[in-house]
T-cell receptor, first 117, second 112 residues
Framework: GAVVSQHPSWVICKSGTSVKIECRSL??????MFWYRQFPKQSLMLMAT?????????EQGVEKDKFLINHASLTLSTLTVTSAHPEDSSFYIC?????????????FGPGTRLTVL | QKEVEQNSGPLSVPEGAIASLNCTYS??????FFWYRQYSGKSPELIMF????GDKEDGRFTAQLNKASQYVSLLIRDSQPSDSATYLC????????????FGKGTKLSVIP
């Protein structure tokens, strides 16, 4: 099956610093990747849709200048949390859709747990 | 506001019993429905999806969809302790969008 990786799997940073999270589709091409955030005991909330070669589409209430998304290739999307604050501590999960498979299935990465001190 | 509602649980069933998980959605135009399982600290993994009204079976799992009632359910037969997890219902809107809206999930505990 299709595999999506994320790096790092966890990160701890100081308040005010920036953190980059990578999402890679390992054995398929993904023109579209999705970034989700999940707080404890909450569901996944879609933050943005990342489109290869174009600007990301952000959900209402998500600051595009704070959560920078770059989708430079068909296998890599990055999410940069700029000037991170403790309230940004969360579980960040990406997913990708295999454009050649013709299915609706999204394949999820293992997630990145961000802790901002 | 598109919403997906699930009973948060916890739902406790004895080993070997049938676990029934329910989900309702607000967007009548929704076309695709997914059930994911999420273990604590892990990302979701797809169990199955359903597009058409009726039942769809895959091993011990059966998804049921009733678009008129805007209701989708997941039955787990012969529940095992390893089935203990949070089950997320996700809904995809109409054609052209692949975004998913997730419910908050139902926590299932299968008691040995």
């Amino acid at each position: 099956g299709a595999v999506v990786s994320q790096h790092p799997s966890w990160v701890i940073c100081k308040s005010g610093t920036s953190v980059k999270i990578e999402c890679r589709s390992l054995d398929f091409q993904a023109t579209t990747m999705f970034w989700y955030r999940q707080f404890p005991k909450q569901s996944l909330m879609l933050m943005a849709t990342s489109n290869e070669g174009s600007k990301a589409t952000y959900e209402q209430g998500v600051e595009k200048d704070k959560f920078l998304i770059n989708h430079a290739s068909l296998t890599l999307s990055t999410l940069t949390v700029t000037s991170a604050h403790p309230e940004d501590s969360s579980f960040y999960i990406c997913s990708a859709r295999d454009i050649l498979a013709g299915s609706n299935e999204q394949f999820f990465g293992p997630g990145t747990r961000l802790t901002v001190l | 506001q598109k919403e997906v509602e699930q009973n948060s649980g916890p739902l406790s069933v004895p080993e070997g019993a049938i676990a029934s998980l329910n989900c309702t959605y607000s967007d009548r135009g929704s076309q695709s429905f997914f059930w994911y399982r999420q273990y604590s600290g892990k990302s979701p993994e797809l169990i199955m999806f359903i597009y058409s009204n009726g039942d769809k079976e895959d091993g011990r799992f059966t998804a049921q969809l009733n678009k008129a009632s805007q209701y989708v359910s997941l039955l787990i037969r012969d529940s095992q302790p390893s089935d203990s997890a949070t089950y997320l219902c996700a809904v995809r809107p109409g054609a052209g969008s692949y975004q998913l809206t997730f419910g908050k999930g139902t926590k299932l505990s299968v008691i040995p």
